[in-house]
């Protein structure tokens, strides 16, 4: 029976928590991995729910059929004789078409299944991309990955128009939420800008907004508790390679009323075995991490509070972002009674389509 979308959009690596290039068992095929490293080093946990699985499976076999390729005992014993399980250990890059074991059929199937997003998501309905994917990620996961959201043409559009801002010279470093000392470039490398949409030659960075408001739209009254009524504008954001990135830090640490984050990818034939730049994020409560290569065309949703603590990798390639964060009309309210964040807060209606223009 073949797995719905949210079933494969819903995978990491059982080892790491990575979430890109995954790769599958070919016993159980019920667990994946980011690499065969990492299963050998999960194999003494693994291998008891791997048998039990794998049991329930032969009867279907016949009797003179020889088990599938991989599923021999001696590369049980070589799993069984690794090191003790590690718990937080980091992602090891492996190329798209290296697999842990299987058939030719089971290696197509799980490059098919390589990608934490559906196929083609960009040809999903807002509507159909926010309650059937979007929403059940988010509640369960607390973070969601869209690929292909735009499609090449608008992604590059929009690549375009950030580039042409780049030029004008308005990018500033970029602050911390709570400002009180010099020391800001040793936390954070990147260069920034604000953008309503409306600004001359930022059209295309307007469609981008468009359609994350239309998401967060069909999502309202379903992700958590919130009732999401505005958002900020949209932080252009350029780490220009040597190294720069932005350690570990929380988006919303005080409840300035940021409910949901979401970053939009400009960054082409981005690998980050090459160009580094990964974003970390270290779910609270949990030994996992979640590793986010900022691939072109890429939309990343996740909560913006405690529970998301996140870094930007040192990037050695001029790494292009855009974020806008959504916010919660309770928490935001109470905010604003309390304190000014710094935020360029904008009201956005919720409860109509955004002007598509």
């Not at 470039?185 to 930022?202: P, S, V």
Request: charged fraction near 30%; hydrophobic fraction near 25%; include cysteine.
């Amino acid at each position: 029976m073949e797995q719905s979308d949210l079933d494969r959009d819903q995978q990491y690596c059982e080892l790491c928590g990575k979430m890109d290039d995954l790769l599958k068992c070919g016993r159980c095929r019920s667990s994946f991995y980011c690499s065969k490293e990492h299963q050998k080093q999960h194999w003494r946990k693994h291998k008891l729910t791997c048998k039990e699985t794998d049991k329930a499976q032969l009867p279907k076999q016949k009797p003179e059929q020889p088990p599938p390729p991989g599923d021999d005992q001696a590369p049980q014993k070589h799993r069984e004789e690794t090191g003790p399980e590690q718990t937080d250990s980091a992602a090891v890059p492996q190329p798209a078409n290296t697999e842990v074991s299987g058939d030719e059929d089971g290696r197509r199937e799980e490059r098919a299944m390589n990608t934490p997003t559906p196929n083609g998501q960009s040809s999903s309905s807002p509507r159909k991309l926010s309650v059937e994917y979007i929403v059940p990620c988010m509640n369960k996961h607390g973070i969601c990955v869209v690929d292909n959201f735009l499609g090449a043409k608008n992604g590059l559009g929009i690549l375009d128009n950030v580039q042409a801002l780049q030029k004008t010279g308005k990018f500033t470093d970029g602050q911390l939420v709570s400002q009180k000392s010099d020391s800001t470039k040793d936390i954070r490398g990147d260069k920034i800008t604000w953008i309503e949409g409306r600004e001359a030659g930022c059209e295309k960075i307007r469609i981008l907004m468009s359609r994350m408001d239309d998401l967060i739209r069909h999502c309202n009254g379903k992700l958590g508790n919130y009732k999401i009524n505005g958002r900020t504008k949209a932080m252009v954001a350029c780490y220009p390679g040597k190294g720069t990135g932005y350690v570990r830090h929380v988006d919303n640490p005080n409840g300035d009323g940021r409910c949901v984050t979401c970053i939009y990818y400009l960054n082409k034939d981005w690998t980050a075995k090459e160009h580094g730049g990964l974003l970390r994020i270290f779910p609270e409560g949990k030994s996992q991490f979640a590793d986010i290569e900022p691939k072109f065309d890429r939309l990343l949703l996740f909560w913006s509070d405690r529970r998301n603590p996140h870094e930007v990798q040192p990037a050695f390639a001029t790494r292009y972002a855009i974020t806008v964060w959504y916010f919660d009309a309770d928490e935001r309210a109470r905010a604003k009674e309390k304190y000014l964040t710094g935020e360029k807060g904008e009201k956005v209606d919720l409860d109509k389509a955004s002007d598509p223009s």
